[in-house]
């Protein structure tokens, strides 16, 4: 059979690279679809985890995955065994930037690598990893078909952006997908294979390079946005205009207008980082992508203004910030996920130790907070308090960094939506004797001891 009429039958056989964020729900939902799918990870413990249907992963239940890896309909990886059997291998590893904010692509290069050792006739191969227009092409073609394979005609390459948008409620399979080939025959497989498990139907385009730049293009109109409100809250703190109800106000016009939130600073693995993979792919054409630029800026000034506010806050109540007990309340990069990367909490933090403040955390999604103080050295490690409203009593100020709704505590739940502890922001406000909210939380005005921004 050959690869259209597996797809077609779903007798394709599927491996995908890297089981996080992206991997796991990606092997859940394909497997769902009816194909059989191997996923892989370097992670033992990952693979373990998947294999004995335990999700590590707050968007993929374990009653989901164990569906899935009950009749083996996916099994997990430490190694590329399954490479050799796949008809189709997905790509989904982490693509970051290194210290000097470069793009790290070494792990799609070690993966391509690895594909090329066993590389057949009849493969797919599509990258879905976010990175700049040009990867797919200058970086893995050349290492697959180093073994005298031909693209477009012995084996498939495209690209085709994953969209995961952690703690959305949106289901899988009703995002669009985008999808280029580097030649039309990967774009026509590609797309068939991707049209078998997502409902809300795929756009094919002309190259990589154009699926490439579409995903950074949504990556880099969040982060332009975001910074521009962000700049526009720091002004706003100066006159003393509450941006929260301007943006309330700008969203009743019903067209020409998206409202985006301030933050204490964007973070995740997508939007502070994407962009630069574009900006650093630009100088290589003599071009400054001077928006990115400039909205990284005001992005990285973020977590030093909510540093001084703070500092004015307590100021105003005749406390200084050495000596004072602060709780940071949230260090996920947004609400309801358990994904710290990128967090406003690992510049705040320190900084407040390092003035002298006395800090605790609580977060029921990161029990653990690994904070490096500059870059070499143990990272110090902080633990999440145990939510009790009680002991809001015993800090000087709490700064909401990140407002949850609520958890769940699965260990007395029967069902999944029994025992959701909801936060209730009026009684943090009310218990609380200073409260910076970052992410206007407490949404009642009627409070004197909290400021918003
Ligand atoms: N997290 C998101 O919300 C999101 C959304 C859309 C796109 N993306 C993009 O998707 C890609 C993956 O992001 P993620 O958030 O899933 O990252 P992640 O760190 O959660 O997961 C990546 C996984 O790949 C594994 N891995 C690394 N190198 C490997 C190798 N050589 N072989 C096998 N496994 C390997 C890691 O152990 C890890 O489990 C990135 O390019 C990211 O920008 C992420």
């Given at each position: 059979m050959d690869l259209s009429s597996l797809i077609k039958n779903k007798k394709a056989k599927v491996a995908v690279i890297g089981l996080g964020y992206v991997g796991l729900p990606t092997a859940v939902e394909i497997a769902k679809a009816g194909f059989k799918v191997s996923g892989i990870d370097i992670k033992k413990q990952r693979v373990d985890s998947v294999n004995k249907g335990?999700?590590?992963?707050?968007?993929?239940?374990s009653k989901e995955l164990k569906e899935v890896t009950r009749d083996k309909r996916l099994v997990a990886f430490d190694n590329y065994q399954p490479l050799k059997k796949a008809d189709i291998i997905l790509i989904c590893v982490p693509t970051p930037l290194d210290k000097?904010?470069?793009?790290?692509v070494s792990y799609i290069v070690s993966t391509a690598e690895k594909i090329a050792e066993s590389l057949r006739k009849g493969q797919l191969v599509v990258l879905e990893s976010s990175t700049y227009p040009g990867t797919t092409r200058e970086i893995i073609l050349p290492r697959l078909e180093k073994n005298k394979l031909k693209v477009g005609r012995d084996f498939f390459l495209a690209f085709s952006p994953e969209r995961i948008d952690p703690g959305n409620k949106i289901k899988f399979k009703d995002v669009p997908r985008v999808v280029g080939g580097i030649t039309r025959k990967c774009t026509q497989l590609a797309t068939e294979f991707y049209k078998c498990f997502l409902s809300a139907g795929v756009a094919p385009l002309s190259s990589t390079e154009a699926a490439e730049m579409t995903k950074i293009l949504e990556n880099t109109f969040r982060l332009v946005n975001i910074s521009m409100i962000n700049e526009l809250a720091l002004f706003c703190g100066k006159m003393g205009i509450d941006i929260w109800e301007v943006i309330e106000a700008a969203k009743t016009k019903p067209y020409g207008f998206m409202p985006f939130y301030p933050s204490p600073k964007i973070g995740g693995h997508c939007i502070p980082l994407d962009p630069f993979y574009l900006s650093y792919k630009a100088k290589e054409y003599n071009f400054w992508t001077r928006f990115i630029e400039l909205a990284g800026e005001i992005n990285e000034q973020m977590p030093h203004y909510v540093i001084t506010r703070i500092i004015s806050v307590l100021n105003r109540n005749k406390k200084s910030l050495k000596g004072s007990r602060i709780l940071v309340w949230g260090v996920a990069y947004k609400k309801d996920i358990a994904d710290s990367r990128e967090s406003a909490a690992f510049d705040i933090v320190p900084d407040l130790l390092k003035r002298g403040a006395e800090v605790d955390y609580f977060d029921p999604f990161i029990p653990k907070l690994e904070l490096r103080n500059g870059r070499i050295g143990k990272p110090q490690v902080l633990k999440s308090i145990e939510y009790?409203?009680?002991?809001?009593?015993?800090?000087d100020l709490v700064l909401i960094l990140t407002d949850h709704s609520g958890f769940h505590c699965p260990s007395k739940a029967k069902s999944e939506k029994e025992n959701t502890v909801l936060f209730d922001y009026d009684e943090l406000a009310k218990k609380s004797k200073l409260v910076v909210d970052?992410?206007?939380?407490?949404?009642?005005?009627?409070?004197?001891?909290v400021s918003w921004f």
């Amino acid at each position: 059979m050959d690869l259209s009429s597996l797809i077609k039958n779903k007798k394709a056989k599927v491996a995908v690279i890297g089981l996080g964020y992206v991997g796991l729900p990606t092997a859940v939902e394909i497997a769902k679809a009816g194909f059989k799918v191997s996923g892989i990870d370097i992670k033992k413990q990952r693979v373990d985890s998947v294999n004995k249907g335990n999700s590590y992963i707050l968007d993929v239940s374990s009653k989901e995955l164990k569906e899935v890896t009950r009749d083996k309909r996916l099994v997990a990886f430490d190694n590329y065994q399954p490479l050799k059997k796949a008809d189709i291998i997905l790509i989904c590893v982490p693509t970051p930037l290194d210290k000097n904010k470069v793009p790290d692509v070494s792990y799609i290069v070690s993966t391509a690598e690895k594909i090329a050792e066993s590389l057949r006739k009849g493969q797919l191969v599509v990258l879905e990893s976010s990175t700049y227009p040009g990867t797919t092409r200058e970086i893995i073609l050349p290492r697959l078909e180093k073994n005298k394979l031909k693209v477009g005609r012995d084996f498939f390459l495209a690209f085709s952006p994953e969209r995961i948008d952690p703690g959305n409620k949106i289901k899988f399979k009703d995002v669009p997908r985008v999808v280029g080939g580097i030649t039309r025959k990967c774009t026509q497989l590609a797309t068939e294979f991707y049209k078998c498990f997502l409902s809300a139907g795929v756009a094919p385009l002309s190259s990589t390079e154009a699926a490439e730049m579409t995903k950074i293009l949504e990556n880099t109109f969040r982060l332009v946005n975001i910074s521009m409100i962000n700049e526009l809250a720091l002004f706003c703190g100066k006159m003393g205009i509450d941006i929260w109800e301007v943006i309330e106000a700008a969203k009743t016009k019903p067209y020409g207008f998206m409202p985006f939130y301030p933050s204490p600073k964007i973070g995740g693995h997508c939007i502070p980082l994407d962009p630069f993979y574009l900006s650093y792919k630009a100088k290589e054409y003599n071009f400054w992508t001077r928006f990115i630029e400039l909205a990284g800026e005001i992005n990285e000034q973020m977590p030093h203004y909510v540093i001084t506010r703070i500092i004015s806050v307590l100021n105003r109540n005749k406390k200084s910030l050495k000596g004072s007990r602060i709780l940071v309340w949230g260090v996920a990069y947004k609400k309801d996920i358990a994904d710290s990367r990128e967090s406003a909490a690992f510049d705040i933090v320190p900084d407040l130790l390092k003035r002298g403040a006395e800090v605790d955390y609580f977060d029921p999604f990161i029990p653990k907070l690994e904070l490096r103080n500059g870059r070499i050295g143990k990272p110090q490690v902080l633990k999440s308090i145990e939510y009790n409203p009680a002991c809001l009593k015993n800090y000087d100020l709490v700064l909401i960094l990140t407002d949850h709704s609520g958890f769940h505590c699965p260990s007395k739940a029967k069902s999944e939506k029994e025992n959701t502890v909801l936060f209730d922001y009026d009684e943090l406000a009310k218990k609380s004797k200073l409260v910076v909210d970052t992410r206007n939380a407490v949404k009642s005005r009627k409070y004197k001891n909290v400021s918003w921004f």
